[in-house]
């Protein structure tokens, strides 16, 4: 009974070997087959066919050397040399003259691409016959000299051809500097030459250079391909030069075609924006000359928000243009851009905020061009409130740029904002108690009065600014009339040559005095009876 039972078991064991064993030789086979090195059959200098798989337990090399010696074979028996092939249940023969050469089986295939055994049976059989042909012709003298006869037309052809694309390079830049050179020199602005004839000549000649260069190698490339081609050996390297060049007009070609709609969608845009950009303009220009007048728009404000109008019409339509560019949807150009995006957020945050401050310098209307401000420790005349930067004259002839951000977080002190068209002069003197105050607001007033560029409307006025310890401080205030040439640091100082003039005169002077210990007598003024009218 024991025995009956391990018998049973071996036999079971037995089986289960088995089927192992006839599941693994198919897996093994087909391994063996996929690492099997591939065999070329080559007939001259072209490629019959590639061998791939193993057949019958035949490699490929071994099948390659089978096909080389039926054709051996069938090229001995002096037939008409015709392939032709014949589909059987295994795959598709590739016959000559009717004698079999080698079989196309499946595994020579690649399914993926959508190839099969008839198609590449019949790629085969069209490649032995040019290899026989050229095998002919190499054995044929009147063809051999039909073809060095062609070489050499060819060759001709291509000399004269360097020769006269030569002449015409010289002759074209003979005439180009002839003419670039006339008509650059009647391109003048106040009678003096806006451009140097030389450097676009210089330019226009390595263009014509390259044009040249480019013609040469491109004939050349074509001599070598027909040459090459009329070579039986060497035929299979001129029709792979021939085919590249076509492939890569046709690549171009293609690519040109499919660029020619978004190109006219983006003529569309750049046309619709400069249209845009033109009506925004002449609307500011009538407001900039004071033709138009439009809410809180006036002749300060219209010359930024026109700049910023057309920003915002062209940044709009480069993103509404940008999906339409040819190569935009490509890695590198994406990389470019994203490079471009990336430097100019990081490098740009000062100019950003430079742009800001200037543009709420203008909106607040807080200086123009013209006007004589204080800021910080600079004061002058405003020569252009730019973007970035404000640019302030001082009366020394001085021209300092501050930076908006910068003018924008100090306090600005405007002096041509209470007459329009005017500015503000002021000045101050302290004079001791013992000199009576009408006394010296008259003599103030009176020097403001002789100053040639002080307004006599509206009327200067002084004010006790202070009562100090010792003197009291007082301000004349007055108006530079709206014909004045003079700066303002002009004006001021023809204003205290006159305040020192008229304190001379009446025997004032003009100092602070200061007392280390009390008078003896008090420093008062005596009161004056004002004298009645006449």
């Not at 090399?61 to 295994?90: F, N, V």
């Not at 915002?312 to 243009?321: E, R, T």
């Not at 010792?470 to 108006?479: P, S």
Request: aromatic share 8%.
């Amino acid at each position: 009974m024991k025995e009956s039972m391990l018998l049973r078991t071996l036999f079971c064991l037995f089986l289960l070997t088995l089927s192992q064993l006839g599941h693994a030789l198919p897996a093994a086979t087909a391994a063996s087959q996929s690492e099997a090195p591939l065999a070329r059959l080559t007939v001259g200098n072209r490629t019959v066919f590639v061998f791939r798989a193993m057949l019958s337990g035949y490699t490929p090399h071994d099948r390659a050397e089978a096909a080389e010696k039926r054709l051996e074979r069938a090229l001995a028996q002096g037939g008409p040399q015709q392939a032709s092939i014949r589909s059987i249940a295994e795959g598709t023969q590739v016959l000559l003259d009717g004698s079999l050469l080698f079989l196309v089986s499946p595994g020579d295939v690649n399914a993926l691409a959508g190839d099969t055994t008839d198609l590449l049976a019949h790629e085969s059989a069209a490649q032995l016959g040019k290899a026989l042909l050229e095998r002919r012709e190499q054995r044929s003298p009147a063809y051999i000299v039909q073809a060095l006869a062609l070489c050499v037309l060819a060759s001709c052809a291509l000399v004269f051809f360097l020769w006269g694309l030569a002449a015409l390079r010289r002759q074209g830049r003979r005439r180009l500097e002839a003419i670039l050179g006339r008509r650059l020199a009647q391109v003048r602005l106040r009678n003096v030459r806006v451009l140097d004839a030389e450097h676009l000549v210089h330019f226009m000649r390595l263009a014509m250079d390259v044009v040249a260069w480019f013609l040469g190698l491109l004939a050349a490339y074509v001599w070598l391909a027909f040459v090459l081609a009329r070579i039986p050996f060497a035929r299979n390297w001129g029709e792979r030069l021939q085919q590249f060049l076509l492939d890569t007009a046709a690549e171009i070609a293609s690519n040109v075609a499919a660029a020619i709609p978004g190109l006219l969608l983006v003529a569309v845009i750049v046309v619709l924006a400069r249209l845009a950009s033109a009506t925004l303009a002449s609307f500011f220009k009538r407001i900039e000359s004071g033709e138009l007048h439009f809410g809180w728009l006036d002749r300060d404000t219209a010359v930024p928000t026109r700049r910023l109008g057309k920003v915002v019409i062209w940044l709009f339509a480069l993103a509404m243009a940008y999906p339409y560019l040819p190569g935009s949807h490509t890695a590198a150009f994406q990389g470019v851009t994203v490079l471009a995006g990336l430097m100019l957020s990081i490098g740009a945050s000062s100019i950003v905020g430079q742009g800001a401050a200037g543009l709420i310098l203008m909106y607040t209307r807080a200086l123009r061009k013209g006007d004589y401000v204080s800021i910080g420790d600079v004061q002058g005349t405003v020569v252009e409130p730019g973007i970035f930067d404000t640019r302030v004259r001082t009366g020394m002839g001085v021209d300092v740029a501050m930076p908006n951000a910068w003018v924008l977080s100090n306090t600005i002190k405007n002096y041509s904002r209470a007459v329009p068209g005017a500015y503000v002069v002021d000045t101050s003197v302290t004079i001791g108690y013992d000199t009576p105050w009408r006394q010296v607001c008259a003599m103030l007033e009176e020097a403001a009065a002789a100053t040639e560029g002080i307004a006599a409307e509206p009327r200067p006025y002084v004010i006790q600014s202070a009562l100090s310890d010792f003197y009291i401080e007082y301000k004349l205030v007055a108006c530079s009339v709206l014909s004045s040439p003079n700066s303002r640091a002009e004006l001021l100082s023809l204003l205290h040559q006159q305040v020192v003039d008229v304190f001379n005169r009446e025997g004032v002077q003009i100092m602070s005095p200061h007392f280390t210990q009390e008078p003896q007598q008090a420093h008062i003024v005596v009161p004056v009876e004002p004298k009645p009218a006449a």
